[in-house]
Each structure stands twice: as C-alpha cells, then as structure tokens.
C-alpha cells in the first residue's frame, strides 16, 4: 500500500479543502460540482449551494474558467408549464441571510466547450465573481452521469 503525499492531490486549494467550501466575506460556496454526461462530453453543468450570512444582499455576476470556452448562468423557467433554460443575464441574486441551490432542474452553471476530457473526480477550477464579494476561485469536482450513481461505495 503506497502513501501518497495528501499536499500533492491538494495542489493550489487551500488547507483544510476537504469540506469542499469555499468563503468569500458573507458567502460560504458549497460543494460546487460539474456534472458531464460522460468524460468526452463538451458541455457539463455546474452545480453548487451559496449562503449570504451577511445583512446586504448580493450577485453572482458571472462564472469563468480556463476549462471551457464560456461558461453562463442558466436558469431554468416554468414558463405555462414548460420548462425553458434561460441566460441569467443579469447574475443570480443571493439575498441577505439567504440561500440559493444550483441543482438539478434549477439553476446552474452551463460549461459549454470543454477543451479536454472531464473525468470523474478531476477538480476544475473556476472564478465567481461576485457583485459586492468580487472574485471567489474555487474548483468544481467533475462527476459523469455513471459516477454520480455509484457513488456509494
């Protein structure tokens, strides 16, 4: 059985990362994940829970990463019982002592052109960018569509 150096799998997050959180003045980004159909897919969807524990509300303006060629804020709509993905242009609100989920059927964040292959467990890293916070950089923990339903072991 080899060790293997914990510092080297850790390369630029800072310590303690294992709770996968990410804080920027009033906000605590949470467990931000990007989710791809498969490894060779060109386009992932991110997803993530961020909480405002401050008295001001706040905006997450945009996304950006090296990863992908653009990366936008989608929301999706019901709109007369159709479900719509709509460009958050104007950012993504975060209201005071507030929480907003990027899951699943909501909101999320949309990868589109994924320069290289994705695999399960790879940490993409990525900067939010935040109207009052400014800049966050955290790194999204890639699944696939197999990986997310054998995560149990």
Do not use: C, W
Not at 35 to 46: F, L, M, Q
Not at 96 to 104: E, H, L, T, W, Y
Not at 124 to 135: N, T, V, W
Request: aromatic share 4%.
């Amino acid at each position: 059985m080899k060790l293997i150096p914990i510092a080297g799998l850790l390369l630029g997050l800072s310590a303690p990362s294992l709770a996968h959180e990410y804080k920027a003045g009033a906000l605590l980004v949470d467990h931000p994940i990007i989710r791809v159909a498969s490894p060779e897919s060109k386009t992932g969807a991110g997803f993530m829970t961020v909480t405002n524990k401050g008295k001001a509300a706040d905006r997450l303006l945009s996304v950006s990463t090296a990863a992908s060629n653009r990366s936008d804020l989608h929301g999706t709509l019901n709109e007369g019982g159709v479900m719509k993905m709509r460009a958050q242009a104007g950012g993504v609100p975060i209201p005071a002592g507030g929480k907003v989920s990027f899951a699943p059927g909501g909101l999320h964040v949309m990868f589109i052109g994924l320069k290289a292959a994705v695999q399960p467990g790879q940490m993409i890293k990525a900067r939010l960018m935040f109207e009052k916070a400014g800049p966050v950089d955290v790194a999204f923990k890639a699944e696939t569509a197999a990986s997310a339903q054998h995560d149990h072991h």
